[in-house]
């Protein structure tokens, strides 16, 4: 592993277990991983392979049986919950599959969500410049429900992008959109990676969505199995079909 | 945050809608007796006002500690002589004395008849007063006719006259404790400005005649015109100086605010009785509002789960919930205090067209706004608080769950808190019950409090095996739609349990009070049973005269008449009542409650439970000191019932210590074999002559009437629990309806596989059921239960049977059960109309 460059999030030794007794299901077995700044990661494996637990504990959305984590310089593995919730709510934004979105609000107020949160001011050119890329802006006033789901992605991107966090997680983000929506909302992504220097983590089943990303980690049975860098589609798919997936 | 809290209730506000209007209902029962009481002390108020307008000083007995005023039957006393009035008059910046005197009678309408019925005898009563015909003097102005000049004349109010059917020229009869008097109508006055007189009719006849007619020529009060120019209050002050002893001088202004500040007193005993009644359906109405808030965060787990993801905390989103509580708080307690001024001015004008005016201007008043918010906001706050705390315990986790689901819990920790102020209440009503301590109500209802909260807890792990128990029952009975509906009570426990209990408080609650009614009847019935007297006498004026007695004394057929007297003497200045008999004549007509016997008292006096719990007993000399005169008695015996008087005495000692004191009960006894029905009629054609307002009931009207009291009571406090009863019903109705939206997949789903719209209402229609039909047999257990509890703790007033209202159990569980399937109604239609693909495609 490089330390030269500098990291956006890390594990060491992250294990997670589910249940007790016979019942006990070890999601995470005892992983070591570095997210890079300004990197777009995807995160692959077979269904149950731990990809969501990884993302989740990551994210401090859930905590690690054993081991530690960081994002940046701060170990949220020893935090309390405030101040996890603090952290994520400053450095941190989230791209579910499905129900991003508060139903009550409209598309711009679910988008500025955050920064109304944490009580920040909003940069109207960052906003509009985000609107405009993702062609949001005649549906700002519309409520989620009256959004397609494709939309409703969107606005969950915008949403976790205006705050400029340091990291943005996803998981399945393009899961539930047809094939051109779906690269419409990865390709964004990628711009967000390579124009503005976000980070992205994202989990993926599908090896076009990986093949956005910079680099992908495979993931089978809770361990991180291989990597790949600058991936292609079929060179994933390749990947994929030896891991026997 | 607030930004949101608003968001959210405006998203959604159907699911708010029934307990908005739960809250708006227990605050409207709230605003319109503070209206009302408002409304009416103004009016009073008023009144007061006018009656003392034109008098500078009154000079009146002053108020004692032997508590006169408060003795609704004692007599105003004729306590100043002519000369009084005289020495009064030359008091140095007086204009003017007159005596003011009040008689005791009623003025009877044109086409009166002897009815021999108690509630027609009563009616508005009279105010009958000797004319000084001086406006300021007497706050009546003559506006046609003339005053009364001579003795046989007399003048009413102008609204009296046409409402009693006399037109000038007309005899007029008033009933008197000395007979039926006539007069001629030569006048008619107006009181006041406007001649409100709440009612009341409004007489004035000769000084000469109303002293023949209460047999006294002294005065009982005497109002004062000062000189122009002099202080009143000076000259209060100066009149003071000159009075006997027992009697005070006080401006017109200050008698005035004295009058207004005591009826305000009543009316704030009747805001208290109100507010409990309105608090009793608020804390129903909590129920409600813990369920909907409990609903709505289950529904919302995912939305929290993803707030909370972003990064709100915990506390933020506890804030949150609260301030949406705040919001359908303000939005209801706004409605409620609306609806509950615009519900006070319809009944008033109500009352008003039956009984005339005895409201002032009907307006807002503060206390009902301050009140209003007050009750709402907290009611529903408080309700919020816990599942409030719930949502802040959502974890960020939740927010990618596929469904959401209340979370499964163990009951433990609520069984555990449920068993132990269940265990509390009990024992908190036993102590009350048993310990004999000084006031026992007060353990005994704080006890039935947390016995309430106790089992409502504890009902979810009841209704748990009672849903297993019943599965199998109404699976046979309604098969599938029995099945799903027992599945869905067992599913949520706490919600169903909740709902039950907010129905049980309401139903607790009336079986409580018929179990008491109940009782009550019981013991009359006891008293009866004892009782050898052919007929009661009553008076609806109060006091029975003397002169009435003697009319029946002297007819064919009477054995004798047994009478009760009541005043009020000093022990070791204290006030105490004391009760007159004739210890010869009252045991052989009533078999009373007593050790011994009242033929036993030998001249001594008999004490009350009340008097034991003070520290005397049989054998102890009671120094006691009356208006005429002071007596030293050796207690003989005991009276066993508490509440009826303190001290009982002969006649002798009676009239010793009280001069003539008001009989408020008399008993007759025929001689053997006289026919009783024969026997009334003559009795009250004798009667008719001179006192047609007096009423004999025999033992079993007596007990008839008695029952009616009992049964009025019952209805009345029913009719105040039913804005409870109401608040409940909607909490099943509410519970259901939330349901039925958080269930629309599962129901889309069943559709889906080919029930039919008929079976998903029956289910949801057994489901409401079987929930009103709980919480009503747990309410009447506990119900019963209190009641005989209650009973029991009021031994001391005469209860010894505990009588379980049977009927009204039946009919409270079959009213449940119709309830029950009216309050599925809207939530079973809901459910049926549902559309299947959109049912299942329905998002959280
Ligand atoms: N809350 C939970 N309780 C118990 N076991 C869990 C829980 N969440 C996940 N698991 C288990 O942990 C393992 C990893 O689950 P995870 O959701 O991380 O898989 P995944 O790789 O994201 O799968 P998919 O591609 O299907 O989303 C699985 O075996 C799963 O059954
Ligand atoms: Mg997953």
């Known amino acids: 592993m490089t330390t030269t460059v500098t990291l956006a999030a890390s594990m060491r030794g992250g294990t997670k277990d589910y249940g007790h007794g016979d019942a006990a299901v070890r999601a995470l077995d005892g992983i070591d991983v570095d997210i890079a700044t300004a990197e777009f990661t995807a995160i692959m494996g077979p269904s149950g392979s731990g990809k969501s637990t990884l993302l989740h504990t990551l994210a401090g959305l859930d905590r690690l049986t054993a081991g530690q984590s960081w994002i940046g310089e701060t170990e949220i593995s020893a935090l309390s919950e405030d101040k996890i919730t603090q952290v994520r709510r400053d450095k941190i934004g989230f791209v579910f599959q499905a129900f991003n979105l508060i139903p009550s609000l409209s598309a711009k107020e679910n988008i500025t969500l955050p920064l109304d949160i944490s009580g920040r001011d909003i940069d109207p050119a960052w906003f509009d410049e985000i609107i405009g890329i993702l062609g949001l802006g005649d549906r700002l006033t519309h409520l989620p429900a009256e959004l397609s789901g494709g939309q409703q992605q969107r606005v969950a991107v915008a949403r976790a992008l205006v705050a400029r966090p340091e990291l943005i997680f996803a998981d399945e983000p393009s899961g539930n959109l047809d094939s051109r929506s779906g690269a419409e909302l990865l390709g964004f992504m990628r711009r967000a990676v390579k124009e503005f220097g976000q980070t992205i983590a994202m989990v993926t089943h599908d090896p076009t969505a990986a093949s956005y990303s910079d680099r992908v980690l495979f993931l089978a049975d809770g361990r991180i199995v291989d990597e790949m860098r600058e991936p292609t589609a079929d060179a994933v798919l390749d990947r994929m079909k030896q891991m026997g997936h | ?844």
Do not use: C
């Open chain 2, 1 to 844: 945050m607030f930004r949101l809290a608003v968001k959210s209730v405006k998203h959604n506000p159907k699911r708010l809608v029934l307990t908005a209007v739960a809250v708006a209902l227990g605050v409207a029962l709230a605003a319109a007796t503070f209206t009302l009481t408002n409304a009416l002390s103004g009016g009073f108020s008023k009144l007061f006002d006018e009656i003392y307008a034109g008098t500078d000083v009154i000079v009146e007995e002053a108020p004692d500690e032997l508590g006169d005023s408060e003795d609704p039957f004692a007599a105003t006393d004729a306590i100043f002589a002519h000369g009084d009035v005289d020495d009064v008059a030359a008091v140095d910046g007086v204009a003017s004395a007159w005596g003011g005197r009040q008689v005791s009678g009623t003025v009877l309408a044109a086409d009166f008849e002897p009815s021999n019925d108690v509630m027609a005898a009563g009616g508005a009563p009279s105010q009958i007063f000797n004319w000084a015909g001086d406006p300021r003097v007497d706050q009546a102005t003559l506006i046609e006719g003339e005053g009364p000049a001579s003795d046989d004349e007399i003048v009413l109010d102008v609204d009296a006259a046409p409402r009693l059917g006399y037109a000038l020229g007309d005899t007029v009869s008033i009933s008197t404790d000395i007979g039926v008097e006539e007069f001629t109508l030569v006048g008619l006055v107006r009181f006041g400005e406007s001649n409100s007189l709440q009612g009341a009719t409004l007489a004035y006849m000769t000084d000469a005649r109303s002293a023949a007619i209460n047999g006294d020529d002294g005065y009982d009060q005497i109002s004062v015109i000062v000189e122009d120019g002099a202080d009143a209050s000076a000259v209060a002050e100066a009149i003071d100086e000159i009075l006997p002893e027992g009697t005070r001088a006080i401006t017109g202004e200050d008698k005035a605010a004295e009058q207004t500040a005591q009826f305000d007193e009543i009316l704030q005993y009747i805001d208290i009785f109100a507010i409990a009644f309105a608090l009793i359906a608020l804390f129903v109405g909590a129920y409600i509002i813990v369920n909907t808030f409990r609903i709505i965060v289950t529904q919302r787990t995912r939305e929290f789960g993803l707030l909370r993801a972003i990064g709100v905390s915990g506390r933020q989103l506890r804030t949150m919930i609260l301030l949406e509580a705040l919001v359908v708080a303000v939005v209801s307690a706004t409605i409620g205090i609306v609806v509950g001024y615009l519900g006070a001015l319809g009944l008033s004008v109500v009352v008003e067209a039956l009984s005339g005016e005895i409201f002032g201007t009907v307006t807002l008043p503060i206390d009902a706004v301050v009140w209003g918010y007050v009750l709402g906001a907290l009611v529903t706050i408080v309700a919020a608080i816990m599942p409030a705390i719930h949502a802040s315990t959502i974890s960020p986790m939740e927010a990618l769950r596929e469904s959401a689901t209340e979370s499964k819990k163990p009951l433990r920790l609520r069984n555990i808190v449920g068993g132990a102020l269940t265990l509390l209440g009990v024992v908190a009503i036993v102590v009350g019950l048993y310990m004999g301590i000084e006031k026992p109500y007060i353990p005994v209802g704080a006890g039935a409090m947390i016995l309430i909260i106790g089992v409502t807890l504890l009902a979810a792990q009841v209704l748990v095996p009672l849903a297993y128990a019943l599965k199998a029952m109404l699976t046979r009975i309604f098969r599938v739609d029995g099945k799903l509906a027992a599945n869905n009570i067992h599913r949520e426990p706490r919600r169903s349990a909740n709902t039950a209990a907010a129905l049980m408080i309401g139903v607790m609650l009336l079986a409580l009070v018929a179990t008491f009614t109940e009782s009550m009847k019981s013991l009359v019935t006891e008293q009866f049973q004892g009782n050898n007297a052919d007929f009661f006498v009553f008076s609806a004026q109060g006091a029975i005269p003397e002169g009435a007695l003697e009319v029946i004394e002297g007819e064919d057929g009477v054995a004798y008449v047994t009478s009760t007297g009541l005043g009020t003497v000093l022990l070791d200045g204290e006030a105490t009542a004391v009760g007159v008999i004739d210890p010869d004549t009252a045991e052989l007509a009533f078999d009373y409650n007593n050790e011994p016997d009242f033929d036993q008292m030998d001249g001594g006096a008999f004490i009350d439970p009340s008097m034991v719990d003070a520290g005397f007993e049989v054998g102890d000399e009671l120094m006691l000191e009356g208006a005429e005169g002071t007596a030293t008695l050796t207690v003989t015996g005991r009276y066993l019932n508490e509440g009826d008087a303190q001290v009982w005495v002969d006649e002798e000692t009676g009239h010793a210590l009280l001069g003539d004191y008001p009989i408020v009960q008399s008993m007759v006894v025929l001689d053997d074999g006289v026919d009783p029905e024969a026997a009334q009629d003559q009795l009250l054609d004798a009667l008719a002559v001179d006192y047609p307002l007096l009423v004999l009931q025999s033992p079993g009207e007596f007990e008839q009437l008695a029952n009616q009291f009992i049964d009025l009571l019952l209805g009345v406090i029913s009719a105040m629990l039913g804005a409870a009863l109401i608040i409940a019903l909607l909490g099943v109705a509410n519970t259901l309806l939330l349901s039925v939206t958080e269930r629309t997949r599962e129901i889309g789903l069943l559709r889906a596989v080919g029930v039919r719209r008929r079976s998903i209402r029956r289910m949801i229609r057994i489901e409401s059921m079987v929930m009103a039909v709980f919480g009503t047999v747990l309410g009447m257990i506990l119900g019963v239960g209190l009641g005989a509890a209650l009973v029991r703790a009021l031994e001391d007033f005469g209860f010894t049977t505990i009588t379980v209202p049977w009927a009204w159990l039946a009919l409270y569980t079959i009213a449940a059960a119709i309830a029950g399937v009216v309050a599925a109604w809207w939530p079973a239609h809901r459910a049926a109309k549902m559309d299947i693909l959109e049912a299942i495609a329905f998002d959280g």
